[in-house]
């Protein structure tokens, strides 16, 4: 009977707030501060005093901590159910002042019947209770972070947040059956809350309880099923919808914390499903915030729950798949993203990685998880976005650069190979290969797209790794490919081919050149060959404050099936590896792409044709100079490039500056060790020196683009250096050279211009050599040919010596010691 009277007087205390009539609000004031100090007496158990100061007897005392439990209990599960539902801001207020002061003088006793539905109802109001105004600014403010930082900090200090506070330090005091009924209350509160500042405040509680009752979160069970996982999963997907950073930043942190503690292959198939979905948030579906969400939800369960990631049917999937998708993270093109996949890599660096079946190989992680990185490199290019095929290529570009995606260290002083050596080089081999094709397949697509230059410069750099090596006269195809199997002619993993004889093939025996008329082709900007990995997913975009987050979703998003994961290349089957690339068809291949011209205006084009040259001078140049292959390649390429860098178009217009300097650094790549000479290397390949100075000189005088007069002078110097003495020696070769080196010193705007010349006095002294080297017939025969022009040579480095360059000075300062010592 006085819980039922003291309801009805909360009853009509409400309804008297709410009134039309000003007068019975005023008084009904008055009454609710009456009630309110009612209630706040009758449930103090610790009222042990009468009103005249004495002492209550212990029954008497008894008998009222039983009535102020039953006072309690009714109190707070009215002002809970009804009194925070209220549509009277002055009703709502005052009920909420009265349960935050019940709360603070209750016993833990009595509040751990109700203890999980009233942390959801604090929870809860934390957010409907924040008056609409601030919703109003949050929308039209420009401060919209700082803003929201200032809500937080005001939920986060009021009464309401004292009141959960004090619930959350009573938790450790209550049964494991109530904390375990919390967990079930915070993800409904989760679920349903209006604003971030609910969820922040969730986020709280959760990191709160994982550190203070971890035993709350022990369920039966690893599906949808277990409260935890329901809570985690829930957690994810309200992190990922979030507006605000520092919401965001919490409930991120949340997901880290209790990932700790729940089962491990839950864990597993949330960080699968944020990788993947970081992967798709790209292209079509471009959304940086998932994208960044994604990297936060791997760094925090990475931080402090890496210990979950190992186990199951998948094995450690920190190896096989998330510092794959870290390792191309760290190129994503938003520089937080990557400096947060940057944190989850350098994490994975100080762990003990297990990738299941196999050995690990190095000390380096890159190469401790090669195939899976190599295969989650191609997946990126693969993917139908531009963005991702990249970051693919910068990432197998950075493996190149480390020397992973290369032939292994050789010893000089090795007799005899190891198993596990060979099975490196196999596994640098086939993993080179299967980058090279996929690259190819991406270049090889007609389309010219923002980015395709780094796939060229990728495709190249692995390329000329491993030219140099299968160019090497003590070639070991045991250390080199880890082939030893002698009932196959050629190892069928080898990534280029040198052999000069299919310059018909891109791929061996694919005769592309035949099938696609080579270089005839033009290319298309407009048509898209891409095809599609996936199915372009549906982004859900942020939640405006004041609005709840859609959860049907998020148990159908996050279902119990992980997605599959990125499986390592099939490499141990032979028969399943493509053919290997031809060094000559990609010398081909590079030139055309170079040299085409575009139906339409791109600004990805010219930077694709810069990295083609690039990539070809690269190529060219990672053969010795002795090579076989120069002559060769000499004869299909220099007739395209002289046209491009001297000759003058028939129609059209001529070539851009940055195409003849980068056609004149691939000729001079091509130049070998006695070219021109009646024997030896490339004899049968007729060399007419003259004209060839001749048309290199008249390019570097006729252009007026700085790059072409420095290319046409490094490449003169490159030809002093390599072409043979009977064509070297000719007076007209000679004079050229010292004219080319004359009009780089007149150029006082371009220092790089003035070394170029020089370089080409430093070859021509060279070749020289000094008075007294008298054993050397062919450099006395030589220093005969340049000695008419010593004075003019003196003069040009005398004035040198004054340049306000350093790096000319100092090598007209190492040239004018040699021409020192000549008669």
Known sequence: PAGVRLLRLWRATIRSLDDVRGAVRD??????????????????????????????????????????????????????????????????????????????????????????????????????????????????????????????????????????????????????????????????????????????????????????????????????????????????????RERGPAAKDKMVHAVGVLAAVCPASSVRSLALRACDRYARSTGNNEDPTSRKSSAATI?????????????????????????????????????????????????????????????????????????YLVTECIGALRDVSWARRVSGANALQDLSDLNVLAPIPRSTAMSQISTLEKKRAQSRAKASSSALYQCLEVLTKPRIWTGKADVMEAATSIASKWVGAEASPDKNEDLLYGWDDDSQSACPWKPILLSPSWNEDLFLSDSWFAASSGTDMAIDDTTNVASPQHEPATIETEVED???????????????????????????????????????????????????????????????????????????????????????????????????????????????????????????????????????????????????????LSCGIKQPAWTVREASSLCLAELATKLSSANLRHHRVVSDMMTCATNAQKDRKFWRVRLAGLKILESLAERAGKSTEKSDKERQLMLESILPFKEELIGILRKTLTDSEVKVTALATKVLTKVSWWP
């Open 27 to 240: 008084s009904a004031e008055t009454l609710g501060r009456g009630v309110r100090a009612l209630t706040i007496r009758l449930c103090d158990p610790m009222a042990s005093e009468k009103s005249s100061g004495t002492k209550r007897a212990r029954e008497e005392m008894l008998s009222l901590e039983r009535d102020a439990s039953a006072a309690a209990a009714t109190a707070l599960r009215y002002l809970v159910r009804h009194g925070l539902n209220q549509n009277c801001a002055e009703a709502t207020g005052l009920c909420l002042s009265t349960l935050v002061e019940v709360v603070g003088i209750v016993r833990p006793t009595i509040l751990e019947p109700i203890l999980p539905d009233l942390l959801r109802s604090l929870l809860l109001a934390m957010s409907g209770l924040e008056p609409n105004a601030l919703n109003y600014l949050q929308l039209r403010t420009t401060d919209q972070e700082g803003l929201e930082r200032a809500r937080l900090q005001m939920s986060q200090s009021g009464p309401l947040a004292s009141a959960v506070n004090k619930l959350l330090e009573m938790l450790p005091k209550v049964a494991v059956s109530t904390q375990q009924a919390v967990v079930p209350e915070l993800d409904t509160a989760l679920r349903m809350s209006a604003g971030f500042a609910t969820r922040a405040a969730v986020a709280d509680s959760v990191a709160s309880l994982c550190s203070t009752c971890p035993a709350a979160f022990e369920f039966p069970g690893a599906s949808s099923g277990n409260p935890s996982v329901r809570l985690l999963r829930a957690l994810y997907y309200a992190s990922e």
């Open 299 to 371: 760094r925090a369960i990475t931080l402090r729950a890496s210990q979950h990631f190992s186990g199951g049917k998948r094995g450690d999937i920190f190896g096989t798949r998330i510092l794959p998708v870290a390792y191309i993270g760290r190129k994503d093109a938003d520089k937080k993203i990557a400096s947060i996949w940057e944190e989850v890599w350098e994490e994975g660096k100080g762990s003990a990685i297990d990738v299941g079946e196999g050995e690990n190989f190095g000390s380096r992680l890159e190469e401790m998880i090669l195939p």
């Open 546 to 696: 004041g609005e709840g987050i859609n959860f049907d979703k998020c148990d159908v998003g996050l279902a119990d099936t992980a997605p599959a994961d990125t499986a390592q290349g099939d490499w141990d089957n032979s028969s399943s590896l493509q053919a290997p690339l031809t060094f000559v068809g990609f010398c081909k291949f590079a030139l055309g792409q170079a040299v085409q011209k575009s139906q339409t205006v791109s600004d990805a084009y010219l930077p694709y044709k810069v990295a083609a040259f690039k990539g070809l001078a690269s190529l060219l140049k990672s053969t010795p100079p002795q090579s076989f292959a120069r002559p060769q390649i000499f004869t299909f390429l220099s007739s395209d490039l002289l046209r491009i860098a001297v000759d003058k178009p028939e129609y059209g217009d001529p070539a851009p500056p940055v195409a003849v300097a980068g056609s004149l650094d691939c000729l001079a790549a091509c130049f070998w060790e006695g070219m021109g000479s009646e024997s030896g290397l490339g004899s049968d390949i007729p060399i007419h020196g003259i004209d060839l100075v001749d048309r290199l």
